[in-house]
């Protein structure tokens, strides 16, 4: 049958037609998602059959054809056309639809990412300080991971890193890294793999006493002043309650006072998250490499000024705890963390640390042959309350 009358759907429902010519003979398919579908002949004729339809119908030029719902329509050009075919809205939530659940795929495997492999690090570091010196260990890693990452990036075609993101990667770099990690690694010479990790685990109450010292210190607006809720009050004061026990528990009492330099380092590294959220980093992973290339050199610096030396060559083991800590440690999970803090809430992002002192203590002990008091244990479950608590909305 010829149709000559215009079979519209509503205004709002589809978007800008696309323009589609036939030669004669010439097929265009599409399958209908469910969403509306305007299709007009602009020019010539063409015959059009859409599964579960009884009749065929004949399009000439000036008349249109409406769609909904699922199914085959199948256009063939009676002679040289041309159509205009505009979509429905279906087609948009479907591909945003897809959009999110990639997003969300994303933001899952880059928790897993930190989950597992942030949790491993503690045991790799105290395999890597067996026949390596901790700043030499530390900037070893850095800048052999930012070198990695950077060559990759720009044989990619990213874009060099202007003088200025240069300059705010080195200010985060130097918090998270050189601070934040840096004194782990040196404190490791001297505390299990499962303490360490308990302590660092109390990042996110920190980030959640700087985001609210931050925001009333900001052109004194009250508005932009966040208070620190009743829950999160408590949730901080239990989470400092477990780090609080695992020094008194003894834990934390080591033959060397640079043990205690671990207590900076979550605090060092909660101001790095807070900071790079506002500088202006590179885009994506190059944020990373400048971060680990600029962390690196101080770190390769510090161990040049405070006289660090090989006794002997670095064991295998330790070699190959290096090369784990560079490639998983740094590059794959570091990304992971930026992706994170960039495209979730920070109580997301830093969610990771009431999961990593479980990995770290169940792995110093599988494998690393480490003992884990009944107060370690105790201490990482009221941490990791407290963070909870503090994470909630």
């Not at 010439?26 to 009749?55: F, K, Y």
């Not at 500088?279 to 400048?290: I, R, W």
């Not at 000024?305 to 784990?324: C, K």
Request: hydrophobic share 50%.
């Amino acid at each position: 049958m010829k149709l000559t009358s215009l079979v519209s759907e509503p205004p709002s429902r589809v978007r800008e037609p696309s323009r589609i010519e036939l030669g004669k003979g010439g097929l265009w398919t599409h399958r209908l998602q469910g969403g509306p579908l305007l299709l007009s002949c602009t020019a010539g004729a063409v015959w059009i059959t859409r599964e579960g339809e009884p009749e065929d119908v004949v399009l000439e030029a000036g008349s249109s054809y409406g769609g909904e719902g699922r199914g085959l329509l199948v256009v063939e050009a009676l002679e040289p056309a041309q159509i205009a075919v505009a979509r429905g809205e279906a087609e948009k939530t479907a591909r945003a639809a897809l959009a999110r659940a990639r997003d969300s795929w994303l933001v899952l495997l880059s928790l897993l990412t930190l989950y597992v492999i942030w949790g491993s690090t503690y045991l790799a570091v105290s395999v890597a300080l067996e026949t390596l010196p901790p700043f030499l260990l530390a900037g070893a890693r850095f800048t052999t991971a930012g070198a990695l990452l950077y060559g990759g990036l720009r044989l990619r075609g990213a874009p060099r890193p202007t003088p200025r993101q240069w300059g705010a990667a080195a200010r985060v770099g130097v918090l998270l890294l050189v601070f934040g990690n840096g004194l782990v690694v040196i404190a490791q010479q001297w505390v299990s793999s499962g303490v360490a990790a308990v302590v660092v685990s109390t990042m996110p109450l920190w980030l959640a006493l700087f985001t609210a010292a931050r925001g009333r210190g900001t052109g004194g607006a009250p508005a932009r002043a966040p208070e620190v809720s009743r829950r999160e009050w408590i949730g901080l004061l239990v989470g400092f309650a477990g780090a609080a026990l695992l020094h008194l528990g003894g834990d934390l009492h080591a033959a060397h006072a640079g043990a205690l330099l671990i207590l900076l380092a979550p605090v060092s590294w909660a101001l790095g998250s807070l900071y790079s959220r506002s500088l202006p980093l590179p885009e994506g992973p190059m944020a990373v490499a400048t971060e680990m290339l600029s962390a690196g050199a101080v770190m390769l610096g510090m161990s040049a000024l405070s006289g660090e030396h090989l006794a002997a060559a670095p064991s295998p083991r330790s070699l190959l705890a290096l090369a784990y800590l560079a490639v998983f440690g740094s590059i794959v999970a570091l990304s992971a963390y930026t992706y994170l803090l960039r495209n979730t809430r920070p109580a997301i992002a830093t969610s990771y640390a009431y999961v990593n002192p479980i990995v770290a203590i169940a792995l110093g002990v599988l494998l690393g042959g480490e003992r884990a008091s009944a107060t370690t244990w105790a201490a990482a479950a009221i941490v990791g309350a407290g963070v909870v608590i503090v994470s909630r909305r």
